[in-house]
């Protein structure tokens, strides 16, 4: 089995902050010739996740008011208790989502719905830096 391997490298506002990386995705699929597979991406940190999505205004928005539904930001977490800090929620909630996922591609192209979308979402208060990491397996 063939692998190949890049990164993407993002800046993000924090306060989920959600960016579509699927072209950067695909821009990493076109650099392999493999052409039937399956893709893995994959961020780094513990406050961030990767899903699919619509990822249009109100699917955004609509997101975000569920994560503040679920996971509030102003509770009395324990990790933040313990460790002098105010990014609980973020753990919880990128714990929830996962920090991973997996798309089939057929003909170099990945396997997505029309209003699918690959998104990061960084939970963090604050921005940051992130790498998500590509794999391309065929």
Known sequence: MAVHCGRLALRTRGDADVLDITD?????LRTCEIQVGTVVAFVTGSTAALTTMEY????????RALLDMLVPARADW???????????HAHLRAALIG???SIPFV???LVLGTWQ?????????????RVVTVQVHG
Do not use: I
């Open 117 to 129: 979308q690959l998104v990061l979402v960084d939970f963090d208060d604050r921005p940051r830096d």
């Open 99 to 101: 920090p991973s996922e």
């Open 56 to 63: 249009e205004p109100g699917g955004v928005t609509d997101l």
């Open 24 to 28: 950067g995705v695909e821009a990493v």
């Open 78 to 88: 324990s990790h933040n208790e313990r460790n002098h800090d105010s990014n609980a």
């Open 107 to 109: 003909d170099g192209r």
